[in-house]
């Protein structure tokens, strides 16, 4: 079962910027030429294609207790967490916009589509619980459109543009190789990233106040140490995310081995379960 999800407050144009960084720091990578600020140019990182698929599993064991994360674009709930339905490859909901901007998205590309019809609802509940206007038909509306490549598609770059991007591109620029951009992507997949205290900014402002990055003359392992206290700290302050397995038990493991690439083989451990990459 997924089991986290988001408030979400952003500026689109700090994120227009941010995927401009990462599209610039990606093609400075397959020149050969080192991305100004990172810990290293010799090895992929996170927006690697084959990174990538390893951080959308990791992520997938952690909310969906799967690898497959591409069998997630059907799925849909409301886990009892305040934020109405969780549905998707990285869990937008009904109550915290992202769902909403993704059915924007799905319904600029294709007009007309199953789920277009929803828009005044999702716009209603929008920062609440609530299924008003989405009852009883659409989480099978829902699965039906995630049969459909355009909806897919949509998925991954809302997915790309909220979440990976603008957590990848600040970790380049803190000087992290593939295992922290992952660390960052993870965290601001679950926090989101706004005002509050435990956003995904402020979780690293809470970290830099203990290390220095890579990118600052501070040594890696040291630094995403504390950046994993202070994530840490942050799951705790809301029930839903008081287990902390998929630091403890993931994250942690991949920084004590030193595994700053991400390289394979990957064993973890998530709320007990035991998955493995080769």
Known sequence: MRNASRWHIRAL??????????????????????????????APGLA?????????KIVSSAENSSLDWRAQFKYIEDIKDGRGYTAGIIGFCSGTHDMLELVQEYTRRKPGNILAKYLPALKKVDGSASHEGLDPDYPKDWRTAAGD??????????RDRVYFT???????QDGLRA???????????MHGDGGDKTSFTNIRKRALAKAKPPAQGGDET??????????????????AHEDTSRVDTAQR??????????????NWKVYGDSFSIK
Request: aromatic share 10%; proline share 5%; no cysteine.
């Open 179 to 189: 295992l922290g951009q992952f660390i960052y992507y993870d965290a601001i997949v």
């Open 253 to 266: 493991v991949f920084v004590k081995n030193k595994n700053f690439d991400l390289n394979t083989p990957l």
């Open 222 to 239: 040291t630094y995403l140490n504390a950046y994993l206290d202070a994530r840490v700290w942050a799951m705790k302050q809301e029930a």
């Open 13 to 42: 144009a700090a994120i227009a910027v941010a995927g401009l960084a990462l599209s610039a720091a990606s093609t400075s990578a397959q020149a050969g030429s080192p991305v100004p600020g990172s810990a290293t140019a010799a």
């Open 149 to 158: 490549k355009v909806f897919q598609k949509a998925q991954e770059d809302e």
């Open 166 to 172: 603008p957590a990848v591109t600040r970790a380049q």
């Open 48 to 56: 690697d294609p084959a990174k990538k698929d390893i951080a959308m």
